[in-house]
């Protein structure tokens, strides 16, 4: 299963009564933040979250209102005793960013490995997920992410007994390897059930929306997509800054085909984004607006729900 | 008079109910931020003080709960339509440190003036305000502050009548030049009244307690002053780690004949520092544990108090 919590959902600057949009995920002891504005730390803190198991951060793009928490987070994960590496992803552009963000924090009791993704890179990230980068269309080199946890194959037991497999070599069956014994081979193939499929999350801000973006966030069992402003009366606007209207990301959803949509990155002049949420839901349903600290825990199809509910 | 609001009181890193260390002061149009970690300037929008007559930032240290916020406050200034230049104060280091931080705000719409202070520079802020700078004890270069706002003398009316000075003339003598009419010349010292003492603040995080403290901040109607930790008890972690314990504080305080003393730049793991005041107290009474948005405004001693009161 994958923990997914929304710590924020405020854009360009943090309000008093409204985080940065910042997403933590968890999954097989490993925690994962996109972004980081100021005072994301704040609301990881309240979310109960810890920081000791952070493997990696990952940034959309440069702008302070994604990155200004990074010194912060980098110095309250030192304070977590963390002393695991921890690594730092992002657009062209992260080492530098990083480089000089750290000018406050210079010492810390972990290695820390920047790697600057490009369109289309696919990374095995600890903890099982997959992570790939699709460029959107912001002010500044940006990219969406989505990630799949993947599903083993079930290792199908009752079909390890009647090939005769000793008990001992049931684990390397499970993990894909065929084993010898006896003289004779059983292969994985044997004895592995079919695909499962996996859980997947998509992270989208900010940006326009592409012609890709349908395609990249298909089957999403979540997709977190920003909506920088509530109506279509506002999309030249949106047009301008690189952002979008309500409307656009649902129409996202409903391209990609996603099962739930939780809206984020809301403008500071957006004080109540309920008041849009129905022109959203005209295109695509299951259209939430995101509320911080609002955490989903996600089942593989197959596995019972254990989650707390979330929208 | 002068304006005096506390942002925060903690140290090390911003806690969810407790901002981190910063202080307001406010005259004459012109508003001075003493550090900005992160989440400053979340607790300044709370607040309810504006962004746009921000002539100053003074920065005691470049550790980053004192700094990590500057990049989101330069940009929140912007965003409150201020074109005015901003001048950013600070020990040395300061202009690298901007440098570092502002790669992710690099253009704004008005100018920043970063300005090196040393041990014993005073510096004339716009707003009649002088500020001194005391080189303290830290890990790191340091600077303690006191800010003096200036009492003009007053003047005399009546005796500039007696001595038939023409109205055109007034404001001349009013801001101390001699004056020349009808072939004789009225000097200003015959018209204003004696000199009358100012209101001074003084700011003093992070440091041990230092032997030129006491004169530094005398006579302060507010000393706001580190106590990191609670009891003498801690006093030898403070020393290791370049800070106070609430009675050191409280001594600087005695020994400087201040008015009033607001501690703050608590410890996380200082919980309920109130539990530590009354060890304070018993060397300086007027020792009070410094509250989040309190506000003090301090009248001339000859003014009255329009303030709304504070501890």
């Given at each position: 299963m994958l923990d997914v919590c929304l710590l924020g959902t405020g854009g360009m600057m943090p309000m008093p009564d409204r985080w940065l949009s910042a997403v933590l995920l968890r999954t097989g002891g490993h925690t994962y933040l996109i972004d980081c504005g100021e005072g994301t730390q704040i609301s990881w803190k309240r979310s109960g979250w810890?920081?000791?198991?952070?493997?990696g951060i990952i940034l959309t793009h440069r702008h302070a209102d994604h990155t200004a928490g990074l010194p912060g987070i980098l110095y309250t994960i030192a304070h977590s005793m963390r002393t695991d590496p921890v690594s730092i992803y992002g657009p062209f552009g992260t080492e530098p960013l990083v480089d000089a963000l750290r000018y406050?924090?210079?010492?810390?009791p972990y290695e820390v490995n920047v790697k600057e993704l490009f369109n289309g890179d696919c990374v095995a990230l600890p903890g099982e997920l997959e992570m790939r980068a699709l460029e959107v269309s912001h002010q500044v080199p940006c990219l969406a992410y989505s990630f799949t946890l993947r599903r083993s194959r079930e290792f199908q037991r009752e079909v390890a007994e009647e090939l005769d497999?000793?008990?001992?070599h049931w684990r390397a069956l499970k993990s894909g390897q065929d084993v010898t014994f006896n003289g004779r081979t059983v292969a994985a193939e044997e004895v592995l059930g079919p695909p499962r499929p996996g859980i997947k999350v998509s992270m989208v801000t900010d940006t326009r929306p592409t012609s890709e973006l349908p395609r990249f966030v298909h089957g999403s069992d979540l997709l977190i997509c920003e909506g920088m402003y509530g109506t279509e009366e506002e999309r030249e606007r949106a047009d301008e800054r690189g952002h979008m209207v309500f409307p656009e990301a649902a129409e996202i959803a409903r391209r990609g085909d996603v099962k739930k949509l939780w809206l984020t990155h809301f403008s500071p002049a957006l004080q109540d984004p309920e008041e849009h949420l129905e022109e959203a839901r005209r295109v695509f349903p299951e259209t939430y607006i995101g509320v911080a600290h609002e955490t989903l825990t996600i089942p593989f199809p197959d596995e019972p729900d254990e989650g707390d509910g979330g929208t």
């Amino acid at each position: 299963m994958l923990d997914v919590c929304l710590l924020g959902t405020g854009g360009m600057m943090p309000m008093p009564d409204r985080w940065l949009s910042a997403v933590l995920l968890r999954t097989g002891g490993h925690t994962y933040l996109i972004d980081c504005g100021e005072g994301t730390q704040i609301s990881w803190k309240r979310s109960g979250w810890g920081f000791t198991q952070t493997t990696g951060i990952i940034l959309t793009h440069r702008h302070a209102d994604h990155t200004a928490g990074l010194p912060g987070i980098l110095y309250t994960i030192a304070h977590s005793m963390r002393t695991d590496p921890v690594s730092i992803y992002g657009p062209f552009g992260t080492e530098p960013l990083v480089d000089a963000l750290r000018y406050i924090v210079p010492r810390l009791p972990y290695e820390v490995n920047v790697k600057e993704l490009f369109n289309g890179d696919c990374v095995a990230l600890p903890g099982e997920l997959e992570m790939r980068a699709l460029e959107v269309s912001h002010q500044v080199p940006c990219l969406a992410y989505s990630f799949t946890l993947r599903r083993s194959r079930e290792f199908q037991r009752e079909v390890a007994e009647e090939l005769d497999v000793p008990v001992e070599h049931w684990r390397a069956l499970k993990s894909g390897q065929d084993v010898t014994f006896n003289g004779r081979t059983v292969a994985a193939e044997e004895v592995l059930g079919p695909p499962r499929p996996g859980i997947k999350v998509s992270m989208v801000t900010d940006t326009r929306p592409t012609s890709e973006l349908p395609r990249f966030v298909h089957g999403s069992d979540l997709l977190i997509c920003e909506g920088m402003y509530g109506t279509e009366e506002e999309r030249e606007r949106a047009d301008e800054r690189g952002h979008m209207v309500f409307p656009e990301a649902a129409e996202i959803a409903r391209r990609g085909d996603v099962k739930k949509l939780w809206l984020t990155h809301f403008s500071p002049a957006l004080q109540d984004p309920e008041e849009h949420l129905e022109e959203a839901r005209r295109v695509f349903p299951e259209t939430y607006i995101g509320v911080a600290h609002e955490t989903l825990t996600i089942p593989f199809p197959d596995e019972p729900d254990e989650g707390d509910g979330g929208t």
